[in-house]
């Protein structure tokens, strides 16, 4: 009595593949001759049939697809964890230089010049944290760029300025 094929998973196995050494193998015909031992003209036939390698690339892409999607969502989330990090950071370096810029006013007396390039490196530290915090959220960081969105300006195509004679170019 001649055994019956079961094609289901001989075209599963051409279709999807299988664990080979540990990696995802992809058969030919002939591999899946050799590991079912029918014939691969048979096994070629069916597979024409039953169009397995159109099926074999579109599940291949649909494999691809969902595996980049699954990328995007990981590099998203680590993103957006970043961010979240970047801007606490940002907002608690603004308020530690609060409390000093705080303690500048509540001198009476001049301030002294090293007083003064403190109090000036404490602006600039409060300065780049705003604009971690504006890139943390998505924002712009350029002031040009904050004016050119808010007057709704195309910046590529807006004339620039040529600042020692004051003429559009």
């Given at each position: 009595?001649?055994?019956?094929?079961?094609?289901?998973?001989?075209?599963?196995?051409?279709?999807?593949?299988?664990k080979k050494e540990g990696?995802?193998?992809?058969?030919?015909?002939?591999?899946?001759?050799?590991?079912?031992?029918?014939?691969?003209?048979?096994?070629?036939?069916?597979?024409?049939?039953?169009?397995?390698?159109?099926?074999?690339?579109?599940?291949?892409?649909?494999?691809?697809?969902?595996?980049?999607?699954?990328?995007?969502?990981?590099?998203?989330?680590?993103?957006?964890?970043?961010?979240?990090?970047?801007?606490?950071?940002?907002?608690?370096?603004?308020?530690?230089?609060?409390?000093?810029?705080?303690?500048?006013?509540?001198?009476?007396?001049?301030?002294?010049?090293?007083?003064?390039?403190?109090?000036?490196?404490?602006?600039?530290?409060?300065l780049n944290a705003q604009?971690?915090?504006?890139?943390?959220?998505g924002e712009p960081t350029?002031?040009?760029?904050?004016?050119?969105?808010?007057?709704?300006?195309?910046?590529?195509?807006?004339?620039?300025?040529?600042?020692?004679?004051?003429?559009?170019?």
């Amino acid at each position: 009595m001649k055994k019956k094929i079961n094609w289901g998973i001989i075209r599963q196995d051409y279709i999807q593949g299988y664990k080979k050494e540990g990696q995802l193998y992809y058969p030919s015909m002939r591999d899946l001759s050799k590991k079912y031992g029918k014939d691969v003209a048979i096994i070629g036939r069916q597979a024409k049939k039953d169009e397995w390698v159109a099926k074999r690339k579109i599940y291949i892409n649909k494999k691809s697809t969902r595996t980049q999607q699954k990328t995007i969502e990981n590099y998203s989330d680590e993103a957006s964890k970043f961010d979240i990090e970047c801007f606490i950071g940002a907002r608690d370096i603004i308020e530690i230089t609060k409390s000093s810029i705080e303690e500048f006013k509540k001198k009476t007396e001049t301030l002294k010049s090293q007083e003064i390039k403190n109090l000036k490196g404490l602006t600039e530290i409060r300065l780049n944290a705003q604009k971690e915090a504006k890139l943390a959220l998505g924002e712009p960081t350029d002031r040009q760029v904050v004016l050119h969105k808010l007057l709704d300006v195309d910046v590529d195509n807006y004339p620039k300025q040529d600042e020692k004679n004051n003429i559009s170019t």
